[in-house]
């Protein structure tokens, strides 16, 4: 089974836990949280990109946080909301996001009630065997000058 991967995969809130925990204990499962107005998880996605290349018998997945919940500010107040859900009329908002999250607005935000504290991201989880091995906030900072590719073969 080794040099099954080698890319770096979208999953949506639905395929994350089964991406993760239908692996066998030896595959690595290197997950990206991210979202797509923030720079600094474009850079990540590109080293991924990379490194899954070069490491197919590790599984890369990316799923944008706003799918997950993942660093939720707290709920908009009612005024907020309710020009959001006016905006979300305007904008089509029957249509089906392949994230099951809400289309963004044209101010790169999501549309539903609790908006994603990008200051946490980039994130990058690290499973084996279906249970967290590793957890980096703003994995940018962790990495520092020596990258990512050395963080994770620590």
Not at 50 to 59: G, W
Not at 80 to 95: P, V, W
Not at 131 to 144: F, I, K, P, T
Request: proline share 4%; aromatic share 6%.
């Amino acid at each position: 089974k080794k040099g099954k991967f080698g890319h770096l995969r979208e999953v949506g809130l639905h395929g994350f836990l089964h991406a993760i925990e239908e692996e066998t204990r030896s595959v690595w499962v290197i997950v990206h949280i991210y979202e797509p107005s923030v720079q600094r998880c474009d850079t990540l996605d590109d080293k991924l990109v990379r490194l899954a290349r070069q490491h197919s018998d590790t599984k890369f997945i990316r799923c944008r946080a706003s799918a997950l919940g993942y660093a939720s500010l707290p709920r908009a107040s009612a005024s907020t909301s309710r020009r959001r859900s006016d905006k979300r009329a305007d904008i089509g908002g029957d249509e089906d996001d392949p994230y099951g999250a809400p289309e963004p607005n044209d101010d790169g935000e999501d549309d539903d009630d609790a908006e994603v504290d990008t200051d946490m991201l980039p994130t990058m989880h690290v499973y084996r065997g279906g249970e967290l091995v590793h957890n980096w906030v703003r994995v940018d900072w962790e990495a520092g000058e020596a990258g990512v590719e050395e963080l994770l073969s620590r």
